[in-house]
């Protein structure tokens, strides 16, 4: 099956505005370049700014006149989040579409963010959380659609309640699914939460599968000095054509989840092949972890102490988001 035969065609987004994280490499890199082709400004929002910078390069060279601003933010950082949207704020340009694409993958020895929490929940969810919060007016300007990227780690494992932080027994695997799990559970929330108080945006989630990208392979700044086995074999399989994606066909959920009128809120978009772990996009069941909207609610809760973001309507204090 030919990347031709499972892609779809992205409406006109000529006069939309869309800010992609984690858009400098991989999927991320892939989404973005869709978005400006399709007539997008696309906002990267980039902790590394010479990536950045390289990506919105690659973006312009296939598609001459496509708009791409490069904007500076650390997921990892609170700060970071609030200083990126204190700028987009004061800039004032309503945002129609906001992929929540970055991440970072199983560390092998624990690590923690600017703010002392664990770096996968930190960075993956509580950044993310953050990053809506600052974002919200312009996100309800902008009547937006947003598609935040889980995984298929998030139908396994749990919500370590006891120890968020993982601090008394350290899993990567594990915590990279507590992360996983609490940010699709917040990206099905965020779109209840909208419902009830008329914010005025859209929520849902999608998957890419399995496809060779660089959440496993070497990345010194997180202690792994060299690929990954899982990395080298998902190469593998994918230059084979082996039920996985490619970084291009991986893409295709959250540009689906995100763009299609036939893709709706509250919902999860992933590949339909076997297992789930590549092909066309398509809706798919939502995870039986991410179902509990108790969960979720408490979840959310603790989201917002943990960031000191509260967003409109909410119970915990007044409100701070934006």
Avoid: C
């Amino acid at each position: 099956m030919t990347r031709a035969s499972i892609d779809f065609d992205i409406p006109d987004l000529r006069g939309r505005r869309a800010v992609v994280t984690g858009g400098s490499d991989g999927i991320g890199l892939r989404i973005a370049a869709r978005l400006a082709a399709a007539g997008a400004e696309v906002v990267l929002p980039v902790r590394n700014p010479g990536k950045g910078e390289a990506a919105a390069s690659i973006i312009r060279d296939a598609a001459p006149g496509t708009r791409v601003r490069i904007a500076a933010l650390d997921l990892s950082s609170l700060d970071s989040v609030a200083a990126f949207g204190a700028s987009m704020r004061a800039d004032g340009h309503p945002i129609h579409l906001l992929i929540n694409n970055a991440g970072v993958m199983t560390p092998p020895e624990r690590q923690t963010t600017a703010d002392g929490f664990e770096l996968q929940f930190g960075t993956n969810h509580l950044g993310h959380f953050a990053l809506v919060g600052h974002l919200l007016p312009l996100l309800r300007a902008g009547r937006a659609r947003i598609t935040s990227q889980v995984s298929v780690a998030a139908n396994q494992g749990s919500i370590n309640w006891d120890d968020l932080a993982w601090e008394r027994s350290y899993s990567g695997a594990r915590a990279y699914s507590q992360s996983k799990i609490a940010f699709g559970m917040f990206g099905l929330e965020l779109d209840r939460r909208s419902e009830r108080h008329g914010w005025g945006i859209t929520s849902n989630l999608a998957h890419p599968g399995v496809a060779p990208t660089s959440l496993l392979a070497a990345r010194p700044e997180l202690g792994r000095t060299a690929d990954t086995v899982g990395v080298r074999v998902i190469r593998w399989a994918a230059a084979r054509g082996i039920l996985l994606g490619t970084p291009e066909t991986a893409a295709l959920p959250a540009l689906y989840a995100a763009t299609s009128s036939d893709a709706r809120p509250r919902r999860l978009y992933g590949p339909k092949g076997m297992g789930h772990l590549g092909g066309a996009p398509a809706e798919q069941p939502v995870y039986t972890r991410l179902r509990s909207e108790t969960d979720a609610a408490r979840m959310w809760r603790l989201s917002e102490e943990r960031t000191g973001v509260v967003f409109p309507d909410s119970s915990v204090g007044r409100s701070t988001a934006g």
